[in-house]
T-cell receptor, first 116, second 113 residues
Framework: AQKITQTQPGMFVQEKEAVTLDCTYDTSDQSYGLFWYKQPSSGEMIFLIYQGSYDEQNATEGRYSLNFQKARKSANLVISASQLGDSAMYFCAMREGKRGSNQFYFGTGTSLTVIP | GAGVSQTPSNKVTEKGKYVELRCDPISGHTALYWYRQSLGQGPEFLIYFQGTGAADDSGLPNDRFFAVRPEGSVSTLKIQRTERGDSAVYLC???????????FGPGTRLLVL
C-alpha cells in the first residue's frame, strides 16, 4: 500500500481564490509527522508546512494551512488567496515513527496552475 | 545564508560509466539525506547520514550505489556501472540538529545514455 496518496495529478485555481490539495496517508504508528513541499520548475523542494500527529490544532503558515483529519488519515493543504507564483508541483510527505526517525515518504505530487 | 548546493547540476554519462554526485549541506546541519526523483514521481529515499556515519542506507537500490560523508559535512553519492534506469534527479537535503524539516538542494539531473 502507498504510504502517501495524492489523487489530484493536476489542479487549476483562479488567482486570489483558495485551493485545497488532497493528501491521505497510511501508517500504523501513533507518532508521525506530515509535511508539504512546493517544487517549482527550477526543481528545488521548498518546505511549506508541518503537522505533528499529536498536534491538536491545524498548522498554519501565512497563506498555507493544513487541514489535519486524523481519523480519516488526511492532511490536505489549503492555499488561500492564490498567486501566480504558487504555480508549481506540491508534494505531501510523511515522517513515519517518532521524531528523529528518518523514514520519510513522499506522494506523487499535484501540479497546481494559477490562472490570471 | 547559503542553502544546500549540489554539483554538478546536470550530468550526462554513458551506460557502464562511474559517476559521483556531490552535496554541500547547510553549515551546521548534522543530518543529510539523499533522494532519487524519477519523472512524474515524488522523491524516493536512498540514504541518511547523521554526522559521518550512514545511519540508514536501506533505500539504496543495489550495491552499485554508495555514499560517503567522511567529515560530517560534504557528501558524495557514487554510482558504479551506471544503467539507463539510473537516469533521474538526485536530491540532497539537510536538517539542523533537533529539527526534522529538510532543506533541499536544487538536485543533480543524471542522464545515462
Amino acid at each position: 500500500a502507498q504510504k502517501i496518496t495524492q489523487t489530484q495529478p493536476g489542479m487549476f485555481v483562479q488567482e486570489k481564490e483558495a485551493v485545497t490539495l488532497d493528501c491521505t496517508y497510511d501508517t500504523s504508528d501513533q507518532s508521525y509527522g506530515l509535511f508539504w513541499y512546493k517544487q517549482p520548475s527550477s526543481g528545488e523542494m521548498i518546505f511549506l508546512i508541518y503537522q505533528g500527529s499529536y498536534d491538536e490544532q491545524n498548522a498554519t503558515e501565512g497563506r498555507y494551512s493544513l487541514n489535519f483529519q486524523k481519523a480519516r488519515k488526511s492532511a490536505n493543504l489549503v492555499i488561500s488567496a492564490s498567486q501566480l507564483g504558487d504555480s508549481a508541483m506540491y508534494f505531501c510527505a510523511m515522517r513515519e515513527g517518532k521524531r528523529g526517525s528518518n523514514q520519510f515518504y513522499f506522494g506523487t505530487g499535484t501540479s497546481l496552475t494559477v490562472i490570471p | 545564508g547559503a542553502g544546500v548546493s549540489q554539483t554538478p547540476s546536470n550530468k550526462v554519462t554513458e551506460k557502464g560509466k562511474y559517476v559521483e554526485l556531490r552535496c554541500d549541506p547547510i553549515s551546521g546541519h548534522t543530518a543529510l539525506y539523499w533522494y532519487r526523483q524519477s519523472l512524474g514521481q515524488g522523491p524516493e529515499f536512498l540514504i541518511y547520514f547523521q554526522g559521518t556515519g550512514a545511519a540508514d542506507d536501506s533505500g539504496l537500490p543495489n550495491d552499485r550505489f554508495f555514499a560517503v560523508r567522511p567529515e560530517g559535512s560534504v557528501s558524495t553519492l557514487k554510482i558504479q556501472r551506471t544503467e539507463r534506469g539510473d537516469s533521474a534527479v538526485y536530491l540532497c537535503a539537510s536538517s539542523p540538529p533537533d529539527e526534522e524539516t529538510q532543506y533541499f538542494g536544487p538536485g543533480t539531473r543524471l542522464l545515462v545514455l
